[in-house]
C-alpha cells in the first residue's frame, strides 16, 4: 500500500474501475502545464533585475540576471539575451533640479566613468554635501564646474556643456538631452550614447524639439532639459571582434539560422514543382468529307 502512495505521489495516474471489481492504473505519458509566458517588448526587460532601495544612494545596486528568462515562469522570453560578465548598476539620478530664482546652483564633477548596464559614460557629482551620478557629456571630465537652474530669463542664456535649464530659457539651436517629457517627471528622454536633441523653434509656450529619431515634438517651455551630446559617440561603430565578446555583452548566439548548403549563396534546395496529371494522347484528325450530290 505504502509503494502505491508513493507511486501515486511521484506519477499522474488515473484510476479505472473494471467490471471484475479490480483497480487499475494507467500511466499518462504526456502531462501539460499552462504557463502565460509574457511577450517581449512590452516595456519589461528580460536581462537584469536592478534590487532599488528605499532611498538615493550611490553605492553600487544588487543585479539578479534573468538572461531573457521570465522571472516567474523561468521560461525563455527574448531569445537574444544570454551570458554576459557580471556588471555593476549605478542609480542615475533623473532629476536635476535648481533655485526657482536668484544665481543657478552649481555643481562639481568628480568623477567621469563608463558603466556596463548603459551606453554612455556615468559622472560623479558633488552638490553641497550630497553625492549622485548623471550622465556624462561629450566632453565632461573630472573637475568641471557645472550649472542647474529652473530660472527662465527674458534674454536666452549662454550655456555650458552639462548645465541643466529649461526649455525656455535656452536658444534656439542647442543641443540637448536627458529631457523632461513632461513637468515635474524624470528625464526620461534621449538617454543613448552619443545622440542628442536639437531645439528648433518656440511659440506661445511650447519649444519644439527635434528627438535622434528625426521626429519633432512640442513640450512645455519649463521642462528640464540638459545642455551637450552625450558621451561614448563611437559606441555605434565599436567591433566586436570575436564570438566570445559577443557572449560577454551578454547576447546569445543565432546558432542554427544559417546553413552552409542551404544560405543565400549555398546549394539551393527548392520544392519539387506540383503533381501534373499526364492525359491521353490526342484523338487522330478525322477527314473532311465533301458530297457532291444537289439536294
Known sequence: MNNLTRLLGNCALTLHTQRTGVVGLQHLRTKTKVVVKPKPGAGTQFRRIVHFPEEYTIEPLK???????DPKSGRVVAKGIGGGIKQQYHWIKWVRDGPSEGEPQ???????FPDGCRTSNVALVAVGDELKYILATENMKAGDIIKTSRVIPRIPVRPNEGDAYPLGALPVGTRIHCLEKNPGQPCHL???AGTFGTILRKF???V??????KREFAFNRIC???????????HNKEHVGSAQRMRELGNRPRSGLWKRKEGKH?????KLPPMV??????LPKLEETILTLNL
Open 106 to 112: 552649481q555643481e562639481l564633477v568628480v568623477e567621469v
Open 204 to 206: 506661445d509656450d511650447k
Open 266 to 270: 549555398g546549394r539551393k534546395i527548392r
Open 224 to 234: 528640464m532639459a540638459t545642455v551637450g551630446r552625450l558621451s561614448n559617440t563611437e
Open 208 to 213: 519644439v524639439v527635434q528627438l535622434p529619431s
Open 277 to 282: 496529371t499526364v492525359a491521353p494522347p490526342p
Open 190 to 192: 534621449i538617454h543613448a
Open 63 to 69: 543585479i539578479t540576471h534573468l538572461a531573457g528568462r
